[in-house]
């Protein structure tokens, strides 16, 4: 029997793996962070046999709420993933399986990989109103990417959409990943009628390193881009720092930063009604743009999410909030579960890829109903 994490975004480290009953393993914490949640493994081991696999420590995790009622995905094929019987106790969570192959990958949620990415990136560039830019590099040296979708001109909306701050959250690019397929889909109503009205400006990942990294929350020097936002810089957080220049020479009208949360098992966004300077247009946006999301998919809700901010009490470190304030425009935290989505649960996947990417498509779909107002 062998447990290894050797590969693209893997986490684990393994303290014991000789009796399948009682495999005894840990997370490693992202690099100079406390943050620690995501992993990501392969078994390899004699099929068709009872394992239990405990994944200890993790009442000190990031979250320890979000392993209640929590149950792990795993593959044989790394295409198709389906949840395991799992359960929380006492600091730590037990994953039970019966590998029909000898080898079978666990992890977090469906992990979307830097070499999926860079296909994403560059089957987009294919199409002819694509264009790819290269803002800049990470501290890893890998291509901070924003992809112009549309021609701009000024009487054109510049709409952006950024994905993935948080690595760990790898539903946000299987979104972005529906959102692009039918952004870029010439036969789509909804993408005609949106790119002769705006132009879009999506980055699919915000922090490449991190997610090969393995990490749940940071870049490569630990640190969470979410909380950059007023003050980025290329010494610790250049991608938010790229990002953030690049919007300064296009504008923004609308921006969506795509996000998934460990502890509540719903579809839900996250406004700036604490900026300063919101006002009753942001609030007639926002209504207006859930009011559509509610009306074409029975995936999202708005009864349940976080706590509306006070007024002129928002966070403007976090990416949202700080793009509502500097360009006065609709801005949404977009966040999915990591668990089922409780009000439409499937039993064998949860909340998955596949439903992520279709949540993209919606809310594409959505945009629709607010381009009209944007400016």
Known sequence: MKISSQFDSGNIVVKAAQNPLDIQLEIQKDHESDFFQWFHFRL???QDQLHKINIS????????????????????????????????ENGTLTIECEPECSHLYIAYFAPYSYERHLDLVYWAQGHEICEIETLGQTLDNRDMTVLRIGEPAEDKKNIWITARQHPG??????????????????????AAALLSKAVFYIVPNMNPDGSVRGHLRTNAKGVNLN???????????????????K?????????????????????????SEGIPSYDDK????????????????????DEFGYDKDEPGKANLTVGSCWVAEEFKCLSYTIEMPFKDNINLPDADYGWSDRRSYSFGQDTLAAIVNVVDELR
Do not use: C
């Not at 959250?169 to 909804?190: I, N, P, Q, R």
């Not at 296009?250 to 966004?269: K, Q, R």
């Not at 946006?285 to 999301?293: D, I, R, V």
């Open 227 to 245: 909380r950059e936002w007023q003050t980025p810089t290329m010494e610790n957080s250049p991608e938010v720092f790229l990002v953030r220049e």
């Open 247 to 271: 919007m300064f020479s296009t504008g923004v009208d609308m921006f969506l930063d795509i996000h998934g949360d460990e502890a509540l098992p719903y579809n839900f966004v996250a406004g």
């Open 44 to 46: 390899e081991t004699q």
């Open 282 to 301: 942001m609030k007639s946006l926002e209504e207006s743009f859930k009011s559509a999301l509610l009306t074409i998919t029975p995936e999202f809700q």
């Open 169 to 190: 959250e790898t539903m946000a690019e299987w979104f972005a990943e529906g959102l692009l397929h039918k952004l870029l889909d010439d036969e789509d109503s909804h």
């Open 57 to 88: 420590n993790l009442e000190n995790s990031a979250y320890p709420e979000g392993w209640d009622n929590y149950q792990a995905v795993a593959s044989y094929d790394r295409q198709t993933w389906f949840r395991l019987p799992t359960s929380y």
